[in-house]
């Protein structure tokens, strides 16, 4: 079966929030189920990944993958919460053996700039088990044997400009859009989807302040709906579209029913921890 899992749906303090008391927290940990959420992380198969932050280890033991078989790395962008080093030094020799080298890693500068400081002596030798590629805004990176095809897009996030991205991926013939961490997207973006004329098959997109109403950084209340309606004006949202909204915070003061209730009668889907989402290819 072709899907995208979510392995994990919070912002980087997770659901219930690290040394938090707050209310959200609180009714999180009596409820349980999908109110638990852990750091944002995403699946297409066992061998392509987008984003390892630091609950992925807890992420692939409940989801059954091995990160052994792992060969494509995405990352949206170098903030923790996507980006473990911890992780990616357990690659070191005398911590990891037999596993497929090199892990093919995906990402702008500031990604790579950031694994060789924090990966440096004396664990360079990690850094010989990993191939990286620069991504380019809007120039595709192609997986063959995958039959997959990457499109980073400039991100709307919280440092230099261009340095975050989204991505928009075809499988086969189907098309996937996966949008956090971003607030309402760039002209430039905006432009790309709307010369491409994409019918997504499934679109995760950013609602990490949830009742809130944040355009910049992060995308929730009237602008995710702002979003949501400018894919549909360009024809890159249909009927057919799966429409789901993720990565939340707790300062977004909404647990996961609140959230069915305020964006079902959208006709969007919330998130959670484990979601498979399966599509045609």
């Not at 949501?228 to 057919?240: A, H, P």
Request: charged share 25%; with cysteine.
């Amino acid at each position: 079966m072709n899907a995208v899992t979510i392995l994990g749906s919070a912002a980087a303090e997770g659901i219930p929030a690290r040394f938090c008391d707050c209310e959200i927290c609180r009714k999180a940990w009596e409820n349980k189920g999908k109110d638990l959420r852990m750091t944002t992380a995403y699946s297409l198969n066992e061998r392509v990944r987008i984003d390892y932050g630091p609950d992925t280890y807890a992420e692939e033991l409940r989801n059954g993958l091995n990160s052994a078989h792992l060969k494509h790395l995405f990352i949206t962008h170098e903030h923790e919460d996507h980006l473990d080093t911890f992780s990616l030094r357990m690659r070191r020799p005398g911590f990891s053996r037999d596993f497929t080298s090199p892990l093919n890693l995906y990402g702008r500068a500031t990604v790579w700039n950031t694994i060789r400081h924090e990966l440096g002596a004396p664990a360079g030798a990690v850094l010989e088990t990993l191939n990286f590629n620069l991504l380019i805004p809007f120039q595709p990176v192609e997986l063959p044997e995958e039959d997959m095809t990457f499109y980073p897009l400039p991100a709307n996030h919280y440092h230099i400009a261009g340095e975050a991205v989204i991505f928009a991926i075809r499988h086969g013939k189907a098309w996937i859009l996966i949008a956090n961490d971003t607030g309402y997207l760039p002209e430039e973006s905006w432009q790309w989807l709307e010369e491409k004329k994409i019918p997504f098959d499934i679109v995760i997109a950013d609602c990490t302040g949830c009742m809130e109403n944040w355009r910049d950084g992060h995308m929730s209340g009237s602008w995710h709906l702002a979003f949501r309606d400018r894919m549909i004006k360009i024809g890159s949202v249909t009927s057919g579209t799966r429409y789901v909204i993720n990565h939340f915070s707790h300062n977004g003061k909404a647990l996961h029913a609140d959230l069915e209730r305020h964006f079902g009668p959208y006709g969007i889907e919330v998130g959670y921890d484990g979601m498979v989402l399966p599509y045609e290819k």
